[in-house]
Each structure stands twice: as C-alpha cells, then as structure tokens.
Nanobody, 119 residues
C-alpha cells in the first residue's frame, strides 16, 4: 500500500517560491497509470486541485495556477515535488500530495502540511 509524506518549509515570504516534497513508500514513482498530484485547501475554502505529473511524464496543471506551477518526480529518491512561484498570502493553505491510480482519481493521500505565506 502506498504511503505519502509531505515535507517542506511551513512559512514562505511573498514573492518567493513555495517548494514541497512528497516522499513515497510502498510503491514506485514510475508505476504505469499512476498520477502524482498536489491538492490544497485554503482556510475556510474547499479543496483546490493544483496539478499532477503522470508516470508517463505528462503534466497537467490547473489553468489558474499553470503559469506559476511545476510538478516533477525524482525517481532516484522515489519523491515528487511541487514548486509554486511568486506566492502571495492567498496561497496560504494546507497542501496535500495525492496519488491517482487508473480509474480511482484520489486513491492515496498524505496527511497534509500547512504552508503560510507572510512577511
């Protein structure tokens, strides 16, 4: 069974780049038909899909965030990362790494990590 763990700084200053890492255990970052995904939950709001990189290498991002978002995999470490540039306080949220498996879009979840954007 796949297990996920988010890590990274909990506080980021405006205009900087938010960088988070998801460490994967119990499965391979190269498994076919898997989708390595990031989702966030701003305070008082619902879940917002950020994007994914599939095991095929294809990336797909939310149109509202695409210009600032990069998701990539590191196969040597069995990790995948999120980079969100030019952050503002509106990017404050709990960030989750999530794995989609074939026809099960949100199969595995990390516990989430709080990221606050503030000067």
């Amino acid at each position: 069974q796949v297990q996920l763990q988010e890590s990274g700084p909990g506080l980021v200053k405006p205009s900087q780049t938010l960088s988070l890492t998801c460490t994967v255990s119990g499965g391979s970052i190269t498994t076919p038909n898997y989708f390595w995904m990031w989702i966030r939950e701003p305070p008082g709001k619902g879940l917002e899909w950020i994007g994914y990189e599939a095991s095929s290498g294809i990336t797909n991002y939310s149109p509202s965030l695409k210009s600032r978002t990069s998701i990539s995999r590191d196969t040597s470490k069995n990790q995948f990362t999120l980079q969100l540039s030019s952050v503002t306080p509106e990017d404050t949220a709990v960030y989750y790494c999530v794995v989609g498996v074939g026809y099960v879009p949100l199969r595995y979840w990390g516990q989430g990590t709080q990221v606050t954007v503030s000067s």
